[in-house]
């Protein structure tokens, strides 16, 4: 089981940015594919981004393309989430995740195998 604390959420104005980061603790950091969904209250879960084991990959959900943008360190075992131009809409709990088999459909949460806590955004208008 792979642990994953992730962090850097606040309370942030529209327009404003947000980097959030997300440290794992095993040895396999580099078999893991690495993502972000979020969740906004009375709302299903959402794919937000997905970053391959080798980082060569990258996917974003719909909603936040060309403003966020999904990063690796495998040296630091860590995964960001730069969010720029931030919206009310992107208010929600945001959850790094990680899995060994999620290529078969990163946007999907059954195909991830380990997730954070989560870590709160909220912005407002």
């Known amino acids: 089981q792979v642990q994953l604390e992730d962090s850097g959420g606040g309370l942030v104005q529209a327009g404003d940015s947000l980097r959030l980061s997300c440290v794992a603790s095993?040895?396999?950091?580099?078999?893991?594919?690495m993502g972000w969904f979020r969740q906004a209250p009375g709302k299903e879960r959402e794919f937000v981004s997905a970053?391959?084991?080798?980082?060569?990959?990258?996917y974003y959900g719909d909603a936040v393309k060309g403003r966020f943008t999904i990063a690796r360190d495998n040296a630091k075992k860590t995964v960001y989430l730069e969010m720029n131009s931030l919206k009310p809409e992107d208010t929600a709990i945001y959850s790094c995740?990680?899995?060994?088999?999620?290529?078969?459909?990163?946007?999907?949460?059954?195909?991830?195998?380990?997730w954070g806590q989560g870590t709160q955004v909220i912005v407002t208008s």
């Open positions: 970053i391959s084991k080798s980082g060569g990959s990258i």
């Open positions: 995740t990680a899995g060994f088999r999620a290529y078969r459909d990163y946007t999907q949460g059954s195909m991830w195998d380990s």
């Open positions: 095993t040895d396999v950091f580099t078999a893991l594919a």
